[in-house]
């Protein structure tokens, strides 16, 4: 039974795909990734605020197209991280709207960047086989994270974990895989997907680990279990096609994932089913986002557009 009530609040329209979307930490504010830029709402009344130019420096030809595939906030709310295609990642401050730090060194298109909760380090990674932490005030690179039994494909994803002591990854190997970030020690690795993990995300209290899949499924990891325990996920299922990303809730109780099958997908935890599905673009949805503070999240899509809703 699908009983999960949720309505549109905010319709944003873009000249471009909109690759990726997250949630300033006091969920003041939502910012979006397009083609070339990065735009700041306000999440509320969702007028825009700013907007950042993220291939500006580059001499590249002006038909040459790099999509912000990822951001991310800082905890402190002083800056913005985006990853995008075009082998670097930027920091930007919000405050004088001016470019921090531009960082290269994956030497191939950025996929996926997370700041840490401690509000000290960056983690980033492309489509080569390692992660990336970087100090996020001074942009000096401190070190990566891979060894014999890392990722043997592209990194899709990475998650900083609320502690700040654990980074989590996907891969095109279908693996996920956690590094403890102190001792730079792989620490678990989850297999269970037929097919690439595409999205990792963990539950506000650090107990779950979320991997979205082309594999149509998400896979639930408890890590409250021993590291050395043979871990058996919880897998949620329904999407008919990639789900390309997915979170949780702030409480916990619910797991929101976009799908390439045009819908956004809710499972309740508590009942471990399905709370409603409903097609929410034209086109792929590629992220989604939850408001840390309230109950509403974000959806972008290939077809030009983001949607804030409330549940």
């Keep these: 039974m699908l009983d999960l009530a949720v309505q549109l609040q905010h319709g944003l329209a873009f000249d471009t795909v909109v690759s990726s979307v997250c949630y300033s930490w006091d969920g003041k504010y939502v ?59 930027k920091v930007w401050n919000l405050h004088s709207c001016t470019l921090q730090h531009s960082l290269l060194g994956h030497g191939m298109d950025v996929h996926c960047v997370d700041v840490s909760a401690d509000n000290r380090f960056i ?28 990722p ?28 403890d970030v102190t001792a730079n020690r792989l620490t678990r690795h989850f297999h269970g997907h037929d097919q690439q993990v595409y999205d990792v995300a963990y539950s506000p209290d ?61 499972w309740d935890l508590r009942m471990m089913r399905q709370s409603t599905n409903f097609r929410a673009h034209d086109n792929s949805v590629i992220q989604v986002a939850h408001n840390p503070t309230n109950r509403s999240f974000t959806s972008c899509s290939g077809d030009c557009s983001a949607n804030i809703w409330l549940y």
């Design 152 to 179: 043997t494909d592209s990194v899709s994803s990475v998650a900083v974990s609320p502690s700040s002591q654990h980074v989590a990854a996907g891969s095109f190997d279908n693996v996920t895989r956690v590094w």
């Design 123 to 150: 983690a980033s990674a492309s489509t080569l086989n390692y992660v990336m932490l970087w100090d996020l005030h001074s942009g000096t690179r401190l070190q990566t994270l891979t060894n014999k039994y890392g």
């Design 31 to 89: 910012a979006l990734g397009t083609c070339n830029s990065a735009h700041v709402f306000d999440a509320a009344s969702g007028r825009r605020l700013f907007r950042f130019a993220t291939n500006k420096e580059r001499s590249a030809p002006q038909h040459e197209h790099f999509y912000v595939r990822s951001l991310c906030f800082s905890p402190d709310g002083q800056q913005l991280v985006t990853g995008s295609e075009g082998q670097s990642f």
């Design 206 to 266: 650090a107990r779950l680990l979320l991997s979205a899949s082309f594999d149509r499924t998400i896979n639930i990891w408890d890590l409250s279990m021993p590291s050395s325990s043979v871990s058996c996920p919880i897998t949620l299922s329904g999407a008919t096609d990639y789900v390309l990303s997915a979170t949780f809730s702030p409480n916990g109780h619910w797991v929101i994932a976009a799908s390439r099958d045009r819908h956004v997908h809710i």
